[in-house]
């Protein structure tokens, strides 16, 4: 249970919590978390690189090192936005212990999003750190590339977090890696450039905040301009988190009314 002490401010009680649980947890995420992404760069961008040679001028380590991070980022911001927030409403009903203290539901969706930001940001640094290795990036704004991650999560996460809130049963999870994160994955520009798409998939890619995600992060690691302007994506970006938070503010007030 969560207890808002003192000057504590409730987020930063609701992060307190979800850090000692990590604490006592982290070795269960070291591999996906930092591991595979590392070994999946090795294995595509180095030994599926050699065959493909370069993409847009540069080789294709340089080229899919941005989408790994991006996509690492985002399949993390929404796999932890699943089955620990219904499990808290569910089956924990670690939520319904908060709201037993001064601790408000715009204060579990907050704590939870910087939690989850900081579980990116740790991964998203360590992943740069192994990549300056192997010469992966071109130029110093790639040290933006964290900061873009941040939002990327927040983007992802606080709507899938609404979605988690209102739902009663897990299968619906099955759905959302099956039709959304599967799908943008493949297709927001990680591994080859959407245009070879065609017009209505590149539709669905430009939907994405995946794709907005890996046009930064590629510009600021190849040291060139986005597909769009700077201001568009990261406004997009920026809706999505927005709209997200609302939403789940939202959700988990009516669930924890019911």
Known sequence: MVVARGSLHPTLAVLGRHLTLYRRLWQASVFSSFVLPVLFLLSIGI????????????????????????????????????????????????????????????????????????????????????????????????LVTPLVCALLTAATAAPVMAFAARIDHDSYFAMLFRFVLIPSTLFAGVFFPVEQLTFGLRLLAYASPLWHAVELCRAATLGRSPAWPVPVHVGYLLLWAALGLFLAVRSFRRRLED
């Open 47 to 142: 030994g599926v690189g050699g065959y493909v040679g370069t993409v847009q001028g540069v080789d294709y380590l340089s080229w899919i090192v941005p989408g790994v991070l991006a996509s690492t980022a985002f399949q993390l911001a929404m796999g932890e936005s699943t089955y620990s927030v219904l499990g808290d409403f569910k089956w924990v009903r670690a939520y319904h212990a908060m709201r037993a203290t001064p601790v408000q539901p715009v204060d579990m969706v907050r704590g939870h999003l910087l939690y989850l930001i900081f579980r990116v940001e740790a991964s998203v640094l360590a992943f740069l750190l192994v990549v300056v290795f192997f010469g992966g990036l071109h130029s110093p704004w790639a």
